[in-house]
């Protein structure tokens, strides 16, 4: 038979959102006449907005007749959208990008994987406990993760996420190659400042490592010394790929489409110790592996950055935001304590004075709320004790299960 990639048998077991997947049908089974309310989501639940569904019927449209058909793509995206991404993004906040740093792709998720690719399976990594669970499992499956003993890997330093320090990790006290970083953070909904951010990118300069900075959340970004971008800290274009995605921004988890900015300064060493750019492998990468994102697509993000565009966006988050809100409210009200949902959509909590196991407050929740949420155990060990709520839901909803919860709870 044929042999496997093996470091498959290293990854955990299952995948956190089918087990609560399984435990909400097991429930439902059980009592068929409850409706239980979705606040674990991950996904988001507003549809597209119109400027957007006219932009991809454009498209569509030109699609339909041979003159404006269109085949293959440029390779890193069109330029009407990456220049309208350079513009909108970038130089109207002063941040200095180039529209040939700019990689559109189908989705974080995927580029954040395949990153991996360009970095040597040597390369010590940096991950944030608790942490959206892709980054251990791209890292895991190329064999990058060491050894498993006592819980954790050997060739991962684990950041610590914790109440004490705000969610935001202190630096490591050596040298790290690789370091992943996400803010707005998914799962504890913490946003870091300028000055925090700063002292990675310095620490980042000093040794000579790289900083994958995952920013799909940087349209729910309101207080205004948090960042949106690692570029807005000087220098970051030295040491950071920003991933960012118009998922959770624009509704597109479906539509899938998002971006990757590799900025041109950065280098890499081959074994040999010759020099080479990491914009170029990325490109390299891109062009043996994918073909692009669809041209009705790229339309239909295009129309994002139109005044309309813009506006819907803001207006997006600003309901996901208030749904955050109701929840971090009521759960404060019932002894929990609670962070994140004021620059993020997510509410991260525990119970106040006295740990509770994630599993057994999911399902607390689900028997009797009818409410379900995701165990933070899921995300690291540090988000044991700790449950996450997503303000993705209506906003109907997020009232009524509000209201459960603090009529059962
Ligand atoms: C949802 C999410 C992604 C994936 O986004 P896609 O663009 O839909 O692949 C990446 N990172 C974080 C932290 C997320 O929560």
Same mark, same amino acid.
């Given at each position: +038979?044929?042999?496997?990639?093996?470091?498959?048998?290293?990854?955990?077991?299952?995948?956190?959102?089918?087990?609560?997947?399984?435990?909400?049908?097991?429930?439902?089974?059980?009592?068929?006449?409850?409706?239980?309310?979705? +606040?674990?989501?991950?996904?988001?639940?507003?549809?597209? !907005?119109?400027?957007?569904?006219?932009?991809?019927?454009?498209?569509?449209?030109?699609?339909?007749?041979?003159?404006?058909?269109?085949?293959?793509?440029?390779?890193?995206?069109?330029?009407?959208?990456?220049?309208?991404?350079?513009?909108?993004?970038?130089?109207?906040?002063?941040?200095?990008?180039?529209?040939?740093?700019? !990689?559109?792709?189908?989705?974080?998720?995927?580029?954040?994987?395949?990153?991996?690719?360009?970095?040597?399976?040597?390369?010590?990594?940096?991950? +944030?406990?608790?942490?959206?669970?892709?980054?251990?499992?791209?890292?895991?499956?190329?064999?990058?993760?060491?050894?498993?003993?006592?819980?954790?890997?050997?060739?991962?330093?684990?950041?610590?996420?914790?109440?004490?320090?705000?969610?935001?990790?202190?630096?490591?006290?050596?040298?790290?190659?690789?370091?992943?970083?996400?803010?707005?953070?998914?799962?504890?909904?913490?946003?870091?400042?300028?000055?925090?951010?700063?002292?990675?990118?310095?620490?980042?300069?000093?040794?000579?490592?790289?900083?994958?900075?995952?920013?799909?959340?940087?349209?729910?970004?309101?207080?205004?010394?948090?960042?949106?971008?690692?570029?807005?800290?000087?220098?970051?274009?030295?040491?950071?790929?920003?991933?960012?995605?118009?998922?959770?921004?624009?509704?597109?988890?479906?539509?899938?489409?998002?971006?990757? &900015?590799?900025?041109?300064?950065?280098?890499?060493?081959?074994?040999?110790?010759?020099? &080479?750019?990491?914009?170029?492998?990325?490109?390299?990468?891109?062009?043996?592996?994918?073909?692009?994102?669809?041209?009705?697509?790229?339309?239909?993000? *295009?129309?994002?950055?139109?005044?309309?565009?813009?506006?819907?966006?803001?207006?997006?988050?600003?309901?996901?935001?208030?749904?955050?809100? &109701?929840?971090?409210?009521?759960?404060?009200?019932?002894?929990?304590?609670?962070?994140?949902?004021?620059?993020?959509?997510?509410?991260?909590?525990?119970?106040?004075?006295?740990?509770?196991?994630?599993?057994?407050?999911?399902?607390?929740?689900?028997?009797?709320?009818?409410?379900?949420?995701?165990?933070?155990?899921? *995300?690291?060990?540090?988000?044991?004790?700790?449950?996450?709520?997503?303000? *993705?839901?209506?906003?109907?909803?997020?009232?009524?299960? +509000?209201?459960? !919860?603090?009529?059962?709870?």
């Amino acid at each position: +038979m044929i042999s496997v990639n093996d470091n498959f048998r290293l990854l955990p077991e299952s995948y956190l959102f089918s087990e609560v997947g399984r435990r909400i049908r097991e429930f439902k089974k059980v009592h068929s006449d409850k409706d239980v309310i979705r +606040m674990d989501i991950g996904d988001v639940t507003r549809p597209l !907005f119109p400027c957007v569904i006219e932009g991809m019927k454009e498209g569509l449209e030109e699609m339909s007749k041979d003159v404006s058909f269109k085949g293959y793509g440029p390779e890193q995206g069109y330029d009407f959208l990456r220049n309208a991404i350079v513009e909108f993004d970038y130089s109207l906040k002063g941040i200095k990008i180039s529209a040939d740093e700019i !990689f559109v792709g189908d989705g974080a998720k995927s580029d954040l994987g395949n990153l991996g690719e360009i970095f040597s399976e040597k390369c010590s990594i940096a991950l +944030m406990d608790p942490a959206y669970p892709a980054y251990f499992d791209d890292n895991v499956i190329d064999g990058r993760a060491g050894r498993f003993e006592n819980g954790k890997f050997s060739n991962i330093l684990y950041l610590d996420c914790l109440p004490e320090n705000g969610f935001i990790p202190t630096l490591p006290d050596r040298k790290v190659d690789l370091i992943y970083l996400c803010f707005p953070n998914n799962p504890t909904g913490a946003a870091i400042s300028k000055k925090e951010l700063k002292k990675w990118v310095d620490y980042a300069l000093e040794n000579q490592s790289i900083i994958i900075y995952d920013s799909a959340y940087e349209s729910f970004v309101r207080e205004s010394d948090k960042v949106r971008s690692i570029y807005e800290i000087e220098n970051a274009d030295q040491v950071a790929i920003e991933v960012r995605s118009f998922s959770k921004t624009a509704g597109f988890t479906g539509v899938r489409c998002g971006y990757t &900015v590799v900025p041109k300064y950065l280098k890499g060493l081959y074994a040999n110790g010759e020099k &080479v750019s990491l914009n170029s492998l990325w490109l390299r990468r891109q062009t043996t592996k994918f073909n692009g994102v669809s041209y009705v697509t790229q339309k239909g993000a *295009f129309a994002l950055y139109s005044e309309e565009g813009r506006k819907s966006i803001k207006e997006n988050s600003d309901y996901y935001l208030r749904n955050a809100a &109701v929840i971090a409210g009521s759960l404060g009200e019932k002894g929990f304590k609670v962070y994140g949902a004021k620059n993020s959509p997510y509410v991260w909590a525990c119970l106040e004075g006295g740990h509770k196991d994630s599993w057994l407050l999911f399902q607390q929740l689900l028997e009797e709320c009818n409410i379900s949420v995701t165990p933070g155990i899921g *995300f690291g060990s540090h988000g044991d004790g700790y449950i996450r709520l997503t303000g *993705f839901n209506s906003y109907e909803n997020t009232l009524k299960a +509000m209201e459960r !919860f603090r009529s059962r709870f």
